[in-house]
């Protein structure tokens, strides 16, 4: 089978951003030295959707799409497949399959308790005990992306010593960082870490450090530690790896929720007695 992989990354008003996606392409090509990678982006870059799916369809016989997107929001459920039905149409020759997002599952916790450890390991007193912890995403309307992230924090308390682990959310949806700082201060942390739910750097992430910088100011008797986000380190190659496989059918990734468990779509048809079907 001729394949191209198509990497999907959201994109970034940051270059550095877009840049890091990238470079994760690149250190991927060295590890699959006979696959065909491609790149575009869903927003903020030269090679959008459209693009990078004309792209990779070239002397192709089937495009496989891999959101490097850790939630099941729009973008996911809605936005790529839209433009996979419309790449289908102007090359009706090629079969294009969208694999599974990242998600949320054991490799994405494994990254996130090494971000979380050496977060740590830059305190003055690096006590778990006393130690709280936010788990910072941005947020959004969907209930399910959200639910995924809030699992993530669960995970997190469950395999860490830590005796707050929170989530907080930069936009579109609450708790606001601010008020579970608050929250946690209150009671009883010395010191708070929060740890951003991000795959890669951009404007949100340096306005992560700003609000850690002034929530140290207005809590001076705190220590505030900043974690690095995700980033691309082995655990996520791996992830993508499993990804591609299970849309080439030569094996299982680990389990994870159904985008559309809990969608509103699902309650109201299911309400209405019209039943609900997976279709892969």
Known sequence: MNDTILLVGHGSRQASGNDEIEGFANEWRKRRPNDRIEVCFIEFADITL????DLAAKNSKRVIAVPLILGAAGHVKMEIPHHIADARKRHPDVEFIMAKHLGAGTKVLNALKSELSKAMLALDAPDAKNTGVVLLARGSSDKVANGDIAK???????ETHHE???????GITSPKVETVVQRQVACGMKQVIVLPYYLYT????????????RLSQQ?????????????FDNAIY????????????????EPQMLECDGCKYRDFSEEHGFGHHHHD
């Open 202 to 213: 951009g404007v949100l992430i340096e306005r992560i450090a700003r609000q850690v910088e």
């Open 152 to 158: 993530m924090a669960r995970w997190l308390f469950e």
């Open 238 to 253: 791996d992830l993508v790896d499993e990804r591609v496989a299970k849309a080439q059918g030569k094996g299982l990734d």
């Open 164 to 170: 707050m682990v929170d989530l907080a959310f930069t």
């Open 219 to 231: 809590y001076p008797t705190t220590s505030f530690g900043l974690g690095r986000y995700i980033g």
């Open 50 to 53: 459209d693009a990078g799916m």
